[in-house]
């Protein structure tokens, strides 16, 4: 075994558990760790969309009982049905624009100036964004609406650049649009699980 290999994918992965979940792109941390670590090409791609899969799997077991409530109550329950439609419409935009512009991506804003280039823009935006004055009208997740779900989904279509982070991203479209602080991130945790688990997939194929 390539001891060195080794110890790059530790530290790739503690890169991923560390940024997953906080609004600064764990996929342009993996980008620039991995540059630092002279683990680039084809295979690196892949492997810092693929290593996302622990994410999903831990969100999944964090929530696995909204998940299953919804589920096993999505004949019964109108909130149940609302909130898969909603995911639906949440997850079209990023994953049409994701399908459409893939292989751009890929070959050219997989590298550490883009992602250096998306950190600082991103953060200037979150900083002026928290400065405007606003009352938020959607306190829970429960009660937002497809329209609500539409404009966080367009919102996390920009987190397909490298550098720009899926929860940043949400929050800052739960900012503009209407959802509180709370309900925007809570939102987060479920939006990114269907295309994450397709572009992992995808990203093995």
């Given amino acids: 075994m390539d001891v060195f290999a080794l110890f790059q994918s530790v530290v790739l992965g503690l890169v991923e558990g560390l940024t997953e979940f906080l609004p600064i792109s764990s996929t342009g941390h993996l980008i620039i760790a991995g540059d630092l670590l002279a683990y680039t090409g084809e295979q690196a791609k892949t492997f810092e969309i693929c290593i996302q899969l622990g994410a999903i799997l831990a969100v999944c077991w964090f929530y696995?009982?909204?998940?299953?409530?919804?589920?096993?109550?999505?004949?019964?329950?109108?909130?149940?049905?609302?909130?898969?439609?909603?995911?639906?419409?949440g997850v079209l935009p990023s994953a049409v624009f994701g399908l459409l512009l893939h292989r751009l991506i890929k070959t050219h804003l997989f590298n550490p100036v883009v992602v250096s280039i998306a950190f600082i823009?991103?953060?200037?935006?979150?900083?002026?964004?928290?400065?405007?004055?606003?009352?938020?009208?959607?306190?829970e997740v429960d009660e937002m609406d497809w329209r609500d779900a539409l404009k966080l989904g367009l919102a996390q279509v920009f987190s397909l650049i490298p550098g720009t982070s899926r929860s940043g991203a949400t929050i800052i479209g739960g900012l503009l649009f209407g959802p509180s602080p709370e309900a925007a991130p809570e939102f987060f945790f479920f939006l990114p699980l269907p295309p994450l688990f397709f572009a992992t997939g995808f990203g093995v194929l």
């Fill in 64 to 89: 696995r009982v909204r998940l299953t409530g919804v589920v096993t109550h999505l004949s019964s329950q109108a909130s149940a049905r609302r909130f898969v439609c909603n995911l639906i419409v």
């Fill in 121 to 139: 823009v991103g953060g200037l935006i979150i900083l002026l964004v928290e400065r405007r004055e606003r009352q938020p009208r959607i306190s």
